[in-house]
């Protein structure tokens, strides 16, 4: 076989069948359905002795791989896998997959962006409303029956027309700064370079963008480019009186330094969608009335995961019928 150049997501044709393809961990039903129906499709075992016995046998097939962004392939996997060519990610991000290392190996990545740009957005203002008026503890204090025993719920923080900083003002970031326009805040933003004719006032870095806002909402992409880019200058600049909400990933913050400020006062208070080893979250977190936390769900919605798996099925059909992607990365 040719060895592929791959330019604007297109391999050259080939003889050889494209294929066997692997599902890596769980995936949407639909997806899995169609995986095993159609493409007959090999799965990675979770135990990893059999996954050793089944990558001796089978590892030298692959040449797709299917996963969600955050399972992704590991640079372990890839090394597994000589043949593979592509890596279609359920999920606009792929931090699961090292992508340096698929660029190395010419491996072509794709995910689904778009159609999960308003339900994320959407759990962001949630979390953003949430967090400043505390809705999720007030439900709490009426189900523990305080209301009745010892009066009103205490006064909350006004969520309307609030400086807030966009750390990340792509596709989820520019939905979340639309959404936050129409409350009447003024939106600020950092990025690696400033986005023309964004709107929103630009600063150079994160703590200057901190230092300016009332609220910072992450929305970066994750992986080691944002490792811990919200650290605890990041936090100490955005203050006692200061607001974090997460709908990007766990990695992007430092989540020892996040546990320490919101502890001691810094922090006012923190909405996160999203963990650094998740489905674990820090007890002390759990024990914060002042922190709302989900279990990752920004884009669980029936129409919005529905929509993420037909994207991810018409990649790995494209890529499989002439080696394109619909929506590449990388
Ligand atoms: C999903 C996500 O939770 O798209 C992403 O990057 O994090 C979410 O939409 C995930 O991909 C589903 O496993």
Redesign the pocket.
């Given at each position: 076989m040719t060895e592929p150049t791959r330019p604007g997501g297109t391999v050259p044709q080939s003889t050889a069948p494209r294929g066997p393809v692997l599902q890596i961990g769980a995936l949407h039903p639909l997806v899995e359905e169609t995986l095993a129906a159609d493409h007959s499709a090999l799965r990675l075992p979770a135990d990893a002795r059999d996954r050793e016995d089944f990558l001796d046998r089978h590892a030298g097939e692959v040449r797709v791989a299917v996963c969600?962004?955050?399972t992704g392939v590991d640079r372990e996997l890839m090394g597994r896998l000589p043949r593979l060519e592509a890596v279609v990610h359920?999920?606009?991000?792929y931090d699961g997959t090292d992508a340096a290392e698929a660029a190395a190996r010419g491996i072509r990545m794709s995910n689904?962006p778009d159609v999960?740009t308003d339900a994320?957005a959407d759990t962001a203002l949630a979390l953003y409303l949430d967090v400043l008026r505390r809705f999720s503890a007030a439900d709490r204090f009426v189900r523990r029956g305080e209301w009745e025993t010892t009066g009103d719920y205490p006064l909350t923080e006004h969520a309307s027309g609030r400086r807030v900083g966009i750390l990340g003002l792509g596709r989820i970031g520019r939905a979340v700064a639309h959404r936050l326009t129409a409350l009447g805040c003024e939106i600020h933003y950092h990025n690696r370079r400033p986005v023309p004719g964004a709107g929103h006032r630009y600063h150079g870095s994160p703590a200057e963008l901190a230092a300016a806002v009332d609220v910072l909402v992450v929305a970066v992409p994750g992986g080691p480019d944002s490792t811990a880019l919200v650290d605890a200058a990041v936090l100490d600049a955005l203050g006692p009186q200061g607001f974090l909400v997460n709908v990007a990933r766990g990695t992007v913050v430092d989540e020892t330094a996040l546990v320490a400020a919101l502890e001691e006062g810094r922090l006012a208070g923190a909405g996160l969608d999203?963990h650094r080893a998740e489905p674990h979250v820090p007890p002390a977190l759990r024990r914060l009335e002042n922190v709302v936390l989900l279990p990752?769900v920004?884009?669980?919605t029936v129409q919005t995961r529905r929509a993420?798996a037909e994207l991810t099925l018409r990649n790995l059909r494209s890529w499989l019928a002439d080696g394109t992607l619909v929506t590449p990365v990388g």
């Open positions: 969600s962004g955050r359920f999920g606009v991000g689904t999960l994320v999203v990752h920004g884009s669980a993420m």
